[in-house]
Structures are given as structure tokens and as C-alpha cells.
């Protein structure tokens, strides 16, 4: 799984930090979205899923790998 | 008559406090694009299937300009009440100076910060469950728990004394309901609330303390990437009108809910872990989260196959999309497990609710510590019996009886 954020999408609302904390957190500075891992472990694709599943501005974009 | 032909008064009246109307069901099949009456007697369109409100509220077309002179009044004083006020458009409304506004205070909400904030919630949230038990059963969850916590969370980040949260209360309650209260009474009410933020950044400004509204001061004016005075004012405004009733009310509403069938509270007791996805389920499922967010077309547009012409005022009804079958399967249904849950509760897009991760985080806080204090909890009364607060912008029930 590759996860790719946009920023100019993102409103920080924080859902993805709160759903999968490995994956995802936010800015000090204006609460915009930092990618930690871009391809994580297949133990975390569930969150990731539901985080971008749930992100209420869709910044989040997934590629699944077979 | 049928629903396509009649015009609905909006709000939609229920019979049941904590269940949804009838009609959102059958406007979603067969008129998802309705005319209704406002409580001011203006003419305004329904949206209520997901997609749809999705959509609009992520479009930047569908502004949030109520104050147009040809947008609708919500309610019947003059101005219309918060979302009409001139107030109302000192908070940019798109674009990059409304990006810009929204990253200056948002940083204030991170999730990180809202975790962090958890163990202070939660020791308010024993202090006045303790408070509680001491006055004996039954009491009301909404006094005594449910509207306390959310004020003096806001209150400590805003750096206002949780001392006059009675005023706070009063100038929250004319500001957000659009039925109680004369023209004289409203304006008078944002006149001395306005003032006394007005003192209150006048004090910051002399002695600084750890909170936002302090470090939007010290960011300085819009030539150093700061706000303007009447900008950081009117943002402390809003957040503590929006800080106090939303959450104050679904944490009621949201005890309410789990405890109308007690199999939901003991599956909790057995399993806390479904804490996260109960909270969410709690916002979808919510009948009652008030009038729903209006938006002012400026230009002419189509949904869900409808034109609709420019000038045209639209209300997006969060709870009734959220009850959408095509996007939820058993959309009726109450399923503490729901995952994911793109619930609408908090809007969607750029405008989407800024303080959504401290409401998630009072909300599950506050049922942990519940869970955990007074597992024995249920409701005092029959659920037909609990009654809604009418007029507000923001839905809640008037009372939560309990006993333990």
C-alpha cells in the first residue's frame, strides 16, 4: 500500500492522527497533515483505510498493491 | 399533496426526541432537492441525501454569505440570527485568507493537543461525576455533566473564566436559537458579549497567558501573517458560542442514545475498545443536531439534477443524509463496530467542523469516565418521556434524567 497526502486538501481536522497515529500526524504549526509512513506495514492498512476512508476533506489517496 | 408539491416548514418536527422525522426518508427517495419554509417565513432549498450534501458542502460555490440581501433569514429578527449576522463575515469566507485563518487557529486543535488535553478532561469529568453522586439519583446528566465539561474545556484554551459561564451560556442561547428571543433582546445580548471579549483581548493584550487567544495576539496584524483585532474578537466569539452548546448537547444525547436499549451500555462495560467507533455511530445516528448548515449560492448551479438559480439559500441536512441507505448499509441501525463511518456530523471540506478532534475527545472521554464511575447507569425516565429543546440551531434535549 503507498499513501499519498495532499496538503492544500487537508483542513486538519485530525481524524487520520486519532484513527492511525503510525501513519499520519499534524503540523505544530498550522495543523496540516505529515506523512510518517508512506508505505506502512500491512498490520496498519485497516486504520489507513478507515482514515482515508473518513478524512473529511478526501486528502488522503491510497494505491493498493496486489 | 404530495411531498414534491407541498412546502415544508423547516425544521421538520418529530414526534420522538432522540428518533427522526418521518419525512427525511421519503425527501431522500423521492424530493431530494426541497423546497421548505424558514422560521422567518423565507423560501429555501432541502438537501438530504449524502452525496449530495457531501458535495455541497465541499463546493466552494455554495458560500456561507447569509448576510447577501437576497440570501434567506433563518429566523424572524432582523439580522436573522448567527448565520446572517454581519458578525459572521469577518471570518474570511474561501479562499487563501480563509485557508490562512483556518491553519492560525486550527493548530490549536490538533489531535495531538486534544490528546494531550485527555487527562485534565477526564479528571473534570470525575469531579463532576463525583458532584453528581454526592446530589443522589436520580440527577440530569445534561446539568450536572453534560454541559459543565465541553465550557470549562474551552474556557481554559480561550483563557476566560469558566466563572461566567453563565453569561457565556445566556449570550450562546440568543445567538444560536431562532425562535426564543425578540430583536432588542439578541442585539443586546451580542452588544455586552462583544464587549466583554472586547475587555478580555484589551487585559491579554497587557498579560499574556498560555492560550489562544493570547498567542493570536502575539502573532500580530495581518501585515506580520497575523489577524486583525476585530478578527481575533469575533474568532473568540465563535469559538466559545461553538465550544459551548454543540458538544454540551451530544454528550446528552449521546448517553441518551446507548442507554434507550441498555444492551448498548453493557456491550460497552464488556468491550471499552468499541469507545471510538460508538462515539462516531452516536454523531451519524444523532436525529436531533439541529437546524443543519445553510449555504448562499452566487451563481446558478445543478444538483442531483435539479438548477438551482443563483441567489438561492441552501440547507444541507447533515442528520438526514447521515441516515442515507446508499451510503450507509442499515442506515437505521445503530452499530457500535461501524467502520469506516464518513458520517456528515461535522461537515465536509475546507469548512468542515475546525473543532471536531476536541468534540471527539470530550465525547470519548467523557463516556470512558462514565463507563467507569457509574457502570450501573440508566435512564430515569422512558425514552419517550426525554424532550427536545426547541429553536436551537444546535439540537439537544432539555433534560437527561439518570440513576445509578
Known amino acids: 500500500m503507498k499513501v499519498i497526502v495532499d496538503e492544500d486538501k487537508c483542513c486538519g481536522a485530525g481524524q487520520c492522527v486519532l484513527i492511525a497515529p503510525e501513519v499520519f500526524d499534524q503540523r505544530d504549526e498550522d495543523g496540516i497533515v505529515i506523512l510518517l509512513e508512506p508505505e506502512p506495514a500491512a498490520d496498519r492498512h485497516s486504520a489507513v483505510r478507515e482514515a482515508a476512508a473518513v478524512c473529511p476533506g478526501a486528502a488522503i489517496e491510497l494505491t493498493e498493491q496486489a | ?95 487563501e485568507e480563509h485557508q490562512h485563518w483556518r491553519r492560525l487557529v486550527g493548530k490549536w486543535f490538533t489531535a495531538k493537543r486534544m490528546n494531550a488535553l485527555r487527562p485534565q478532561m477526564a479528571r473534570i469529568a470525575e469531579g463532576l461525576i463525583d458532584g453528581m453522586v454526592e446530589r ?142 460508538t462515539v462516531e455511530e452516536t454523531l451519524r445516528l444523532d436525529a436531533n443536531s439541529g437546524f443543519g448548515l445553510p449555504r448562499y449560492l452566487k451563481e446558478e448551479t445543478e444538483v442531483s439534477g435539479t438548477v438551482l438559480p443563483k441567489g438561492t439559500t441552501v440547507i444541507c441536512s447533515m442528520a438526514a443524509a447521515n441516515r442515507d441507505e446508499s451510503a450507509f448499509e442499515a442506515a437505521d441501525q445503530m452499530d457500535l463496530t461501524r467502520s469506516p463511518n464518513p458520517h456528515l456530523a461535522f461537515g465536509s471540506g475546507a469548512h468542515s467542523c475546525l473543532g471536531q478532534a476536541l468534540a471527539r475527545t470530550e465525547l470519548q472521554v467523557v463516556l470512558e469516565v462514565l463507563l467507569r464511575k457509574l457502570p450501573t447507569l440508566e435512564l430515569a425516565v422512558p425514552v419517550t418521556e426525554l424532550e427536545r429543546v426547541e429553536g436551537l440551531a444546535v439540537g439537544g434535549l432539555r433534560t437527561v434524567p439518570v440513576r445509578w
Request: hydrophobic share 40%.
Open chain 2, 1 to 95: 399533496m404530495s411531498i414534491n408539491e407541498q412546502v415544508l416548514s423547516y425544521p421538520i418536527p418529530s414526534d420522538a426526541a432522540l428518533d427522526p422525522p418521518g419525512e427525511w426518508a421519503e425527501l431522500r427517495g423521492k424530493c431530494p432537492v426541497a423546497h421548505v419554509k424558514l422560521p422567518s417565513g423565507d423560501q429555501a432549498t432541502l438537501l438530504t441525501r449524502y452525496d449530495d450534501v457531501k458535495e455541497v458542502l465541499a463546493d466552494p460555490r455554495f458560500t456561507r454569505l447569509l448576510n447577501a440581501p437576497d440570501a434567506a433569514r433563518l429566523s424572524a429578527t432582523d439580522d436573522g440570527g448567527l448565520f446572517n449576522s454581519e458578525m459572521a463575515a469577518i471570518i474570511p469566507d474561501g479562499g
Open chain 2, 136 to 277: 443522589g439519583a436520580p440527577g440530569d446528566l445534561r446539568a450536572g455533566l453534560g454541559f459543565p465539561l465541553p465550557v470549562y474545556v474551552i474556557c481554559d484554551m480561550l483563557g476566560v473564566p469558566a466563572e461566567d459561564r453563565d453569561q457565556f451560556s445566556y449570550w450562546s442561547d440568543t445567538l444560536l436559537n431562532l425562535t426564543r428571543y425578540g430583536k432588542d433582546e439578541i442585539e443586546a445580548a451580542q452588544a455586552e458579549f462583544f464587549q466583554y471579549m472586547s475587555d478580555h483581548l484589551a487585559a491579554k493584550r497587557t498579560e499574556p497567558g498560555d492560550d489562544l487567544l493570547s498567542e493570536l495576539i502575539a502573532a500580530g496584524g495581518p501585515e506580520d501573517g497575523g489577524l486583525a483585532e476585530i478578527q481575533i474578537l469575533v474568532t473568540g466569539m465563535a469559538l466559545l458560542v461553538a465550544g459551548h452548546e454543540t458538544t454540551a448537547n451530544m454528550i446528552g444525547k449521546m448517553v441518551s442514545m446507548l442507554l434507550a436499549d441498555r444492551t448498548r451500555w453493557e456491550r460497552l462495560l464488556a468491550e471499552p475498545a468499541l469507545i471510538r467507533s
